[in-house]
């Protein structure tokens, strides 16, 4: 059966679909016939040494089908139901996880901290921490146990890797552990340049959480424990949060399409580029303000309702994110210069006859 892509949105970074060099390897894994289930198969063998490589280091990683379950599950490894995880007030594991990591931690208590504003915008400061980590020290009060950050984060900024070790010596001198939800790693390494490792295990990160799905996996997260002795008895989290997938290999093997020739950058560098094009686009416009130069593959825009009920009328689709009129825009790893520029025409269209 033929059919027609339909049109690329900006509602989401996982509109799209999987990228040809997953989708590649995801076929032969299938190719390769009956294999050993649970992740005793040699594609998960090989995703796990390559990750090692990666990252430069000895790791221990983990699949498990969605962000949700990889940052609930991580969170509850590191934490007692006693505890709690200072996280930002707009942390997508305080928003949109529905009590995940409170559920899976039998009860920790996330402190969360009002995301700073500006070119900072959703990010986590090292005062703001402080504040939280020491306000209470009394038993009456759960004991702050985690720092979790976002990277890039849920507004679309990247923390630098000065700010990672900022957050990171904080952390040490609270004796808290340190986890980042990577939903967007990718974006942000691409958009710092750095390597993986400088913003993870070498700035002091415990547990990542590596985000697949939106860089061009059709499904699967990766949790990666740098400090391995927190993984002890992950596997049987992960069993009994029905996140352990019988066929490993196809969540599993997608990821050397994204590790091999670094595809997972370039793929993270496209989207990036993209959500450039498209902020420089509707930065011309009247009526439209934009908040803050994308750092990831993120933009938001303050428009009139008039002009989002046009542009939804003209079939595109966005979410409202932020309270009076703002909306959030992604970039995918396949979003085509041309759906930005048509998204941009109409854009402008839509102010014209708003503003006339
Ligand atoms: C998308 C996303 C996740 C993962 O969400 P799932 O729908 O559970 O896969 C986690 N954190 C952030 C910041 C995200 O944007």
């Not at 061009?216 to 992950?234: N, T, W």
């Amino acid at each position: 059966m033929n059919t027609t892509p339909r049109q690329q949105q900006f509602a989401s970074d996982n509109l799209a679909g999987m990228c040809p060099s997953a989708a590649h390897w995801f076929n032969v894994a299938n190719a390769s016939g009956h294999v050993p289930a649970y992740g005793e198969d040699e594609w998960t063998q090989q995703v796990c040494a390559r990750m090692r490589e990666l990252f430069q280091t000895d790791c221990d990683v983990y699949f498990v089908f969605n962000g949700t379950a990889a940052n609930s599950l991580a969170l509850a490894s590191l934490c007692q139901s006693y505890h709690s995880v200072i996280c930002s007030d707009v942390a997508h594991i305080e928003t949109d996880e529905c009590g995940g990591p409170e559920f899976f931690s039998n009860g920790s208590k996330l402190l969360v901290a009002p995301s700073a504003s500006g070119p900072h915008a959703g990010k986590l400061t090292p005062e703001a921490i402080e504040h939280l980590a020491s306000k209470r020290r009394d038993l009456h009060f759960p004991k702050p146990k985690v720092i979790s950050l976002t990277q890039s984060t849920e507004l679309g900024t990247v923390y630098s890797v000065e700010e990672v070790r900022a957050i990171s010596a904080m952390a040490k001198r609270h004796q808290l552990r340190l986890h980042m939800d990577g939903a967007r790693f990718a974006n942000a390494v691409a958009h710092l340049g750095c390597h993986p490792s400088d913003i993870t295990w070498r700035s002091g990160v415990d547990v990542l959480c590596f985000g697949g799905t939106k860089n061009g996996l059709p499904i699967g997260e990766a949790v990666v424990f740098f400090d391995r002795r927190l993984s002890e008895d992950f596997a049987y989290r992960v069993k009994q949060a029905g996140q352990l997938a019988s066929k490993m290999r196809f969540i599993s093997a997608p990821w050397l399409g994204l590790i091999n020739d670094d595809v997972w950058l370039d793929n993270a560098r496209h989207a990036n580029a993209m959500a450039q094009r498209l902020y420089q686009g509707l930065s011309a416009l009247p009526l439209i303000e934009l908040l803050g130069a994308p750092q990831a593959n993120a933009v938001f825009a303050k428009l009139p309702s008039a002009v989002a009920a046009d542009m939804r009328a003209r079939g595109w689709r966005f979410y409202d994110f932020i309270a009076d009129g703002g909306v959030r825009l992604m970039c995918a790893w396949d979003t085509e210069a041309a759906t930005v520029d048509a998204f941009v025409s109409d854009m402008a269209t839509c102010c014209t006859s708003a503003a006339g």
